[in-house]
């Protein structure tokens, strides 16, 4: 079960799909929109209401851009997120009563875990970010400032304070529309830490690794890599490819941005100050570019297209961000929201980027040398490829294919 944009689904789909071909029986719970994603996996769809896409083109999705605080995104994304989560109720309930175990996303594990237990089903926690309480960092979702390490944990427990706030009057729902026994979803959380919920995180501890104070049961297993339906790319892209050197990817996947025309224009005078060729990903924002040294192009298979490019600017995003290292290309992020800034500076601190611009800073003067030292400083894309050849080397579907073994079921 999961919720949110393209980043919060498509690593389940190759996750779904491993686990598929060890023999399971699997249902990707999550929007419409994402159902193509599933194309030859031999993963079930199950629908959610919603259209995460339209949420952040309208008037409240938009809203998020004027607020530079990541407390102050957190805040509205959690007002946005809290007037939809009670729609998504009854499909859930109708798929867990379906299911011998629930695996829940952090974007849905309040609800989707009080759903379980309300049904006597397992569950366990899939997450993308390390969304639990530490002092080793700041939580992802506000940014990359370090409270000190009391002040780190405290914003942890707050950051999952105010995720609990978002599905509140989903939970009155399932009480009243289900029948479920009525929960206090703090409570609930603390019991689930007690009793040591597992929660596996899929990402590489080479990129983040396990905190020393995070309790039993918290386990990073690896990255969940998508599944690819597609693993050719358009024949115009192929023809723009062949023409001149590798050039550099520009996206900012399922992030939007309020001026499109702007920030699409400072990223073609960035690479045109750099002497660098275009490949400029259409996205959620609707960047585009235009002459014989860039092209525009829709959704394409990042493990097909990020090995064939110079470098790759992008939102910073988990999975994203996750691609890049796999592909083993230097890269720029610009972080856009959320969990972004996290990433981005992990990135940087990892050797693979030269530096990191925050979408608000963006334009061609800031760019243009970041772009440079990605392309010809050798010590970024030799420190990517390092990192790739020993990401390759990791399974992150095999652990959650054991654990559930391991799962205790009625």
Not at 324 to 336: D, E, F, I, W, Y
Request: net charge positive.
């Amino acid at each position: 079960m999961t919720a949110g944009s393209r980043g919060d689904v498509a690593p389940y789909t190759g996750l779904g799909a491993g686990l598929a071909q060890a023999g399971h029986e699997v249902t990707l719970v999550t929007h419409e929109a994402f159902a193509p994603l599933l194309a030859g996996s031999g993963v079930r769809f199950a629908s959610l209401p919603g259209d995460p896409k339209a949420e952040l083109h309208s008037t409240r999705g938009r809203g998020l851009h004027r607020s530079r605080s990541g407390s102050a995104k957190l805040l509205k994304a959690v007002a946005l997120a809290r007037r939809i989560a009670p729609e998504m109720t009854d499909p859930l309930v109708r798929a867990a009563r379906d299911a011998d175990v629930v695996l829940a996303s952090g974007s849905i594990a309040p609800l989707a875990c009080v759903i379980a237990e309300g049904l006597g089903r397992p569950s366990m926690g899939l997450f993308l970010q390390p969304l639990h309480a530490t002092r080793a960092f700041p939580p992802p979702m506000l940014g990359t400032r370090s409270l000190g390490p009391l002040g780190n944990r405290l914003g942890g427990h707050a950051v999952g304070a105010a995720v609990d706030h978002v599905f509140t009057g989903a939970v009155r729902a399932l009480a009243s529309e289900h029948r479920l026994a009525p929960v206090r979803l703090p409570f609930a959380r603390r019991a689930r830490e007690r009793r040591g919920w597992p929660v596996w995180h899929g990402f590489s501890e080479l990129v983040v690794p396990r905190p020393h104070d995070w309790r039993p049961g918290l386990r990073i297993s690896g990255y969940w890599w998508p599944h690819d339906g597609v693993d050719r790319l358009p024949s115009e892209l192929e023809d723009f490819l062949a023409a001149g050197p590798a050039p550099v990817y520009v996206g900012l996947g399922s992030a939007t941005t309020p001026d499109p025309r702007r920030v699409s224009d400072h990223v073609v005078a960035a690479l045109r100050a750099a002497g660098l060729r275009g490949v400029i990903q259409r996205g959620w924002a609707g960047l585009s570019a235009g002459g014989d040294d860039m092209i525009t192009i829709g959704d394409v298979p990042h493990s097909a297209l990020f090995p064939r490019m110079a470098a790759v600017v992008h939102h910073a995003g988990a999975g994203t961000t996750g691609a890049t290292l796999r592909a083993g290309v230097s890269c720029v992020p610009v972080p856009v929201q959320f969990d972004a800034r996290f990433w981005a500076s992990r990135l940087v601190a990892l050797g693979t980027a030269p530096g990191a611009i925050p979408l608000p800073r963006l334009d061609a003067d800031a760019l243009a040398p970041l772009l440079r030292r990605a392309v010809t400083d050798p010590s970024h894309r030799e420190r990517a490829r390092h990192l790739a050849r020993l990401l390759a080397a990791e399974d992150g579907v095999a652990p959650i294919a054991a654990a559930l073994e391991r799962l205790d079921r009625p």
